[in-house]
């Protein structure tokens, strides 16, 4: 599975962006897709996965409500709607898969194996 994500820009604070991560090869033992970020100077976190078959979505607490992880199957994509966007959520943004758990969803990022090319956000105060 090769997956890349875009749809990153410059955003004034409380504006809107959508960025997709679009996902070839494999799929078919896909089983979540997360989103991650890393900010200058800190460490790379999850902020929300979905799962590829199951639908089911789960969120960091620093997202929850503003964003939303939906998916296309269709078109082999990944969503992350981001509303309501701070200068704190500036990042670079990556999508990942994983490919191994297919019983559950999982919130540990090193559960990710499958990585794309980031795509930067940046929310300007």
């Known amino acids: 599975v090769q997956l890349q994500a875009s749809g990153g820009g410059l955003v004034q604070a409380g504006g809107s962006l959508t960025l997709s991560c679009i996902a070839s090869?494999?799929?078919?033992?896909?089983?979540?897709v997360g989103w991650f970020r890393q900010a200058p100077g800190k460490e790379r976190e999850l902020v929300g996965a979905?799962?590829?078959?199951?639908?089911?979505?789960l969120y960091a607490d620093s997202v929850r409500g503003r964003f939303t992880i939906s998916k296309d199957n269709a078109k082999n994509t990944v969503y992350l709607q981001m509303n309501s966007l701070k200068p704190e959520d500036t990042a670079v943004y990556y999508c990942?898969?994983?490919?191994?758990?297919?019983?559950?969803?999982?919130?540990?990022?090193?559960?990710?194996?499958?990585w794309g090319q980031g795509t930067q956000v940046t929310v300007s105060s």
């Open positions: 990942a898969a994983d490919v191994s758990r297919s019983w559950y969803l999982s919130d540990v990022i090193n559960d990710y194996t499958l």
């Open positions: 979905i799962g590829w078959s199951s639908g089911h979505t």
């Open positions: 090869g494999r799929t078919t033992r896909t089983y979540g």
